[in-house]
Nanobody, 120 residues
């Protein structure tokens, strides 16, 4: 079982910045695929950004050029640097760890989420 926990949410003004962190347990963090998702009420959870264990990254079109995902394998930590924030970025942000159980089997572990509110 892998434990995942997010940190760093809060209230920020439009145009401001915020950095989210996600700590994941386990000695195999460097082999995890990691991702950030977000969700607003009455809508499906959507992918914000992901980073493969090999370092490849993927971003939602809505955050390209504003958000940056990164990881520190030595600290078992995933980051999301969010700049030029907009009110429409307001959501609960979730961290997901995609963990290998075997060569062909991967399990997803989610954190509890952290609220990000962009408002003046």
């Amino acid at each position: 079982q892998v434990q995942v926990a997010e940190f760093g949410g809060g209230l920020v003004q439009p145009g401001g910045s915020l950095r989210l962190s996600c700590a994941a347990s386990g000695s195999g963090f460097s082999n995890y695929n990691m991702a950030w998702y977000r969700q607003v009420p009455d809508k499906q959870r959507e992918l914000v950004a992901s980073i493969h264990f090999g370092g490849n990254t993927v971003y939602a079109d809505s955050v390209k050029g504003r958000f940056a995902i990164s990881r520190d394998n030595a600290k078992n930590t995933l980051y999301l640097q969010m700049d030029s924030l907009k009110p429409e970025d307001t959501a609960v942000y979730y961290c997901k760890a995609n963990v290998p159980r075997s060569v062909l089997q991967w399990d997803d572990y989610w954190g509890q989420g952290t609220q990000v509110t962009v408002s003046s």
